[in-house]
């Protein structure tokens, strides 16, 4: 019995610190006591209800002292709506708190908006008040006379509140900035001039306005460093003389190959004209024997034909020029 009596009273002295549990968890008297000290007006009601909305009480009560010790005013409502829609509330009011102190003009609707676009609405402001320097990849460009010029610029940029929603963000303000020094160094008649006075890329990207539809508003663009590279001119000048080359020998080589073609031609219509002298002289034989047999040609008129040839072959044999063998003297018959 005694034992039974003892586990009893364990019994219920548990369900009682559960039951206190259960009481303070949805009744945070102590949090109520907490934010009534601090000027924070709330019902224990409202603090039950955060529970049951999924809400909880600490998160809306620290941020609405925090607010209230600021001077500022906020609502309650609209802080568990931002909270209830995914928002960053802790961020939300210190950058409120943040930017009354820096004078930064900076409403909770605007606040809310930003966080919920998914930037850090705190880093905002606080980009606001110290500007970011951004260091821009190398820039590569080519100035008139055709020298590459390799640059870095830093651009100190600020945050503008106004167009943090559906403003573009810093890749696009690089992209701005390496297109305005392409620009620049591509309209300078000497890469002489551009190192001599860098800041002259500074001065015309600036003028561009850059910045506009960006979530930053552009306060200096500083070029840091630039580079001599290749000589573009002088190279895409030689790979156009080896062009210009490699077309005037394949023009020659056409040439060649048709002066080769129209040889060949000839030589085909001289074994021709031969075939048709040869054939030719093939057919004086027949057309002597048949003028014997015609009686148009006697055997005297033969001799005297004979006579004639071998008077010219000795002729043509006379005309032609004789060579002296090397070392030796010309052989004469007598």
Not at 251 to 275: D, G, I, N, P, S
């Amino acid at each position: 019995m005694e034992n039974a009596s003892v586990f009893v009273v364990i019994a219920i002295g548990i369900a009682s610190l559960f039951g206190l549990w259960v009481i303070f968890y949805f009744i945070p008297v102590g949090l109520w006591f907490t934010a009534l000290l601090s000027g924070v007006k709330i019902s224990l009601l409202q603090l039950v209800l955060m529970r049951w909305r999924k809400v909880p009480p600490q998160v809306i009560v620290r941020n609405m002292i925090a607010a209230t010790k600021a001077g500022l005013k906020v609502n309650r409502d609209e802080m568990e709506a931002h909270y209830l829609a995914g928002g960053n509330v802790g961020s939300v009011i210190s950058a409120l708190i943040s930017a009354d102190k820096a004078n930064i003009e900076l409403d909770f609707k605007t606040a809310t908006a930003i966080d919920l676009a998914g930037r850090d609405v705190l880093e905002a402001v606080q980009m606001s008040v110290n500007p970011k320097v951004i260091d821009t990849p190398p820039v590569t460009a080519v100035a008139k006379d055709g020298i590459q010029l390799i640059s870095k610029a830093r651009v100190t940029v600020r945050a503008n509140i106004k167009q943090l929603v559906g403003g573009a963000g810093e890749e696009t303000v690089l992209a701005r900035v390496g297109e305005g020094v392409v620009s620049s160094i591509g309209s300078a008649d000497s890469h002489k001039s551009v190192l001599e006075n860098p800041d002259s890329i500074s001065r015309v990207v600036l003028g561009k306005g850059l910045d506009s539809g960006t979530a930053f508003e552009i306060l200096s663009i500083d070029i840091a460093d630039i580079d001599i590279g290749k000589n573009i001119g002088a190279a895409l000048q030689m790979d156009q003389a080896n062009a210009d080359k490699n077309i005037a020998q394949a023009k020659a080589e056409e040439r060649r190959a048709m002066a080769v073609a129209t040889e060949q031609e000839m030589k085909a219509k001289a074994q021709e004209a031969r075939a048709n002298v040869i054939q030719a002289e093939a057919e004086v034989p027949l057309a002597i024997a048949d003028a014997f047999r015609s009686g148009n040609l006697g055997i005297m008129d033969y001799y005297k034909f004979k006579n004639i040839q071998a008077d010219t072959n000795m002729r043509d044999s006379i005309a032609q020029p004789t060579t002296t063998p090397k070392g030796g003297s010309k052989d004469t018959k007598k």
